[in-house]
């Protein structure tokens, strides 16, 4: 069982940059591979970002590519996700997910979800 909290989401300029922290409970981090989705109202959950277990193979939307940054740090049982040159579209609330079973890309894959961070870009 993994709990997962976000952490760091706010209002920010078009532009601007923001850094999500996603910290996990449990005693097994490093065996969960872990993503970062996004949903903004009247939408559906977006895949943005994942990463392996150990870190070593990572996954981009190409939406979000080149502009965020998936790291983990299995030590500390955390994943952040570094958003630069945000745009107002990406105003959203932002979900870490861990365990995957299946592709990386799809929400149901993922057992394991937080509460959400709202990030809000201004233009």
């Known amino acids: 069982q993994v709990q997962l909290v976000e952490s760091g989401g706010g209002l920010v300029q078009a532009g601007g940059s923001l850094r999500l922290s996603c910290a996990a409970s449990g005693r097994t981090f490093s065996s969960y591979a872990m993503g970062w989705f996004r949903q903004a109202p009247g939408k559906e959950r977006e895949f943005l970002v994942g990463i392996s277990g150990g870190g070593g193979r990572t996954y981009y939307a190409d939406s979000v590519k080149g502009r965020f940054t998936i790291s983990r740090d299995n030590a500390k049982s955390t994943a952040d996700l570094q958003m630069n040159t945000l745009k107002p579209d990406d105003t959203a609330v932002y979900y870490c997910?861990?365990?995957?079973?299946?592709?990386?890309?799809?929400?149901?894959?993922?057992?394991?979800w937080g509460q959400g961070t709202q990030v809000t870009v201004s233009s």
């Open positions: 997910a861990a365990g995957v079973s299946g592709s990386y890309y799809s929400p149901t894959s993922y057992h394991y």
